[in-house]
């Protein structure tokens, strides 16, 4: 069966740096997805990453290693509105996307 | 305001009743995806339409039927609403399969 696995839930200090693991088994690989999800909101898109490596978008930077099947989110200099859910996301072979159940950000002062 | 809505925001529903959840995008995108969201699950795919009159199953199928005449809209109707369909149902939109999916703000509904 197709499996994204990332922790439940995670604390940080607000201005530290933290990791966020997301590993994957799945049927074909067509990319993989983060996505942030406030409480009660929608998810919004954080990055995509379809090749090895890191790719950077300000604060935000995500890695992938297909061999691996493994990805990571990094958030830098927390602040309080990162307070949020963060979702791993994969397109496997259908292009179908398989959703983990997300990591749940708790940000103190 | 272009972008994606969903109507209503909250539903209260009873077992057995019919119930249809809006859809509407106003970004010509071809992809309309219909996903449930419940504690410790992650999104799970109701049903997906690559463009108009065109749908088919996702992952979680049974009790929901779709339909899709207009480009723009994607309702989703549960036929006989049951308890374990109390949920929040997200729609989603891409250019194209590959593409990004863009979110509504959800509908939570209750089946009580």
Redo the contacts between chains.
Sequence with gaps: GQN?DQPTEMTATEGAIVQINCTYQTSGF??L?WYQQHAG?????LS?NVLDGLEEKGRFSSFLSRSKGYSYLLLKELQMKDSASY?C?V?DSN????????TKLIIKP | DAGITQSPRYKITETGRQVTLMCHQTWSHSYMFWYRQDL??????IY?SAAADITDK??VPDGYVVSRSKTENFPLTLESATRSQTSVY?CASAMV??D???????TRLTVL
């Design positions: 994204i067509n990319g997805f909101e929608a998810p919004t898109f995509y979702l996301a397109m292009y179908q996307l398989i959703w983990g159940a997300g | 410790g699950h992650g999104l799970r795919l997906y996702g992952e997200f399969e590959t990004t999916q863009y979110f509504g703000p959800g």
